[in-house]
């Protein structure tokens, strides 16, 4: 504290938390806090590359998300050119479906970058020059009708992205810091185990839990990928291991321990084993 440190409102700082916000937009928008709230100041004239060297994002990016922020009403500029920037307190303006456009001069003849360029005839030119079509334009791509199919989006619902945070917390248990992961992939890979492949939230949990603490497979089962193409092993021997478990019980060699009640099962005690894995 003797080194300075940012005051702001318990709600308003909340709000930020619990805004559905990229990563990038996310560090922006409290660096905009850091550089104003932190010297004491509503607002400030703050550049990018500021706001860069403590969101730790490249100065090119910077000037992208903070128009995008300024868009969804999170930022405010005060003035023209390098105005004011600061963060809006009232936060039930906020737009967080918003998007920013950028602006295009209409005599421009398109984007540099290779947008189409209208043409009267058989060609589809761009700044950088004109091609024969081959294909019919009038076709959006992606639909059955095209030849070229876009990629499937990555994404996971909300009891996905739970599970992420599972898996995260079971396979770094005895790492210094929490393995390296997209949670967008992550999440991808649960919700296809579920859509897809029919694994039910419980089936899925118990196999995080159960590989996470076996001595062989708590090494290679590091993430949702591994973890889907492993499945029907690992299901197998996890099967196979509670029916030793429970011979070498029955044959006294484990003593005369008793079954917990279902459901409170652990990875060390295949005894309670779950209904779906019992079959």
Partial sequence: MEEGFTRIANELFEALIQAPLTDRERRVALSVVRLTYGWNKKADRIADS????????????????????????????EGSGHGLTSLNKHFDE?????????????????????DTVPHGGDKD???????????????????????????????????????????????SSDLDSPVKHNPTTWANEFRLMRQ????TVEQI?????????HDFWAGIVMSPAKL????????KQAKTEHQQRRT???SGR??????????TYTPTDMDNLPDWMRD
């Avoid at 761009?126 to 499937?152: A, F, H, I, Q, Y």
């Avoid at 989006?153 to 909300?158: A, F, H, L, S, T």
């Avoid at 889907?228 to 299901?235: C, E, F, G, H, I």
């Fill in 50 to 77: 500021q706001i860069a060297e403590i969101a730790h994002l490249p100065r090119q990016k910077v000037n992208q998300v903070k128009q995008q922020l300024i868009a969804k009403k999170v930022l405010m500029v």
């Fill in 94 to 114: 906020w737009e967080l479906t918003a998007r920013h456009t950028p602006k295009t001069h209409p005599d421009s003849g398109g984007d540099k970058k290779g």
């Fill in 125 to 171: 030119c761009t700044p950088r020059g004109c091609t024969p079509k081959t294909e019919d334009n009038s076709v959006p791509k992606g639909t059955d009708d095209s030849s070229k199919k876009t990629k499937p989006r990555k994404w996971g619902e909300e009891v996905d992205h739970e599970l992420v945070t599972e898996m995260v917390a079971a396979v």
């Fill in 196 to 199: 897809r492949d029919g694994r």
């Fill in 205 to 213: 949990r118990y196999l995080i839990t159960w590989t996470a603490a």
């Fill in 228 to 235: 889907r193409a492993k499945w029907d092993q690992l299901a």
């Fill in 248 to 250: 070498n019980r029955d």
């Fill in 254 to 263: 484990l003593g005369m321990a008793q079954p917990k009640p279902q459901g």
